[in-house]
Nanobody, 115 residues
């Protein structure tokens, strides 16, 4: 079994920053692509950013230049540095990983951007 545990969410004012982490544990030999998704109330879950095992990244247009995805392969950990946060970034953020050709999801962490 594999577990993904997110942390780092919270309440922040517009323009502020947060850093999310996602730690993978369990029966892991190697992790392929990892990504951050988010789901706002009443909306579908959407991809925020994705990173391959080799470090190639993609971002949704709305976060380009503000968010940075990274990973520590030695520690099986994924990060999302979020700067210049906007109210529209408010959502539950989920970590997803491809491990042994299966998709695994974390339980999510709430990010609220409000004054």
């Amino acid at each position: 079994q594999v577990q993904l545990v997110e942390s780092g969410g919270g309440l922040v004012q517009p323009g502020g920053s947060l850093r999310l982490s996602c730690a993978a544990s369990g029966s892991i030999f190697s992790i392929n692509a990892m990504g951050w998704y988010r789901q706002a109330p009443g909306k579908q879950r959407e991809l925020v950013a994705r990173i391959t095992s080799g470090g190639s990244t993609i971002y949704v247009e709305s976060v380009k230049g503000r968010f940075t995805i990274s990973r520590d392969n030695a520690k099986n950990t994924l990060f999302l540095q979020m700067n210049s946060l906007k109210p529209e970034d408010t959502a539950v953020y989920y970590c997803r990983a491809t491990i042994a050709e299966r998709l695994w999801w974390g339980q999510g962490t709430q990010v609220t951007v409000s004054s």
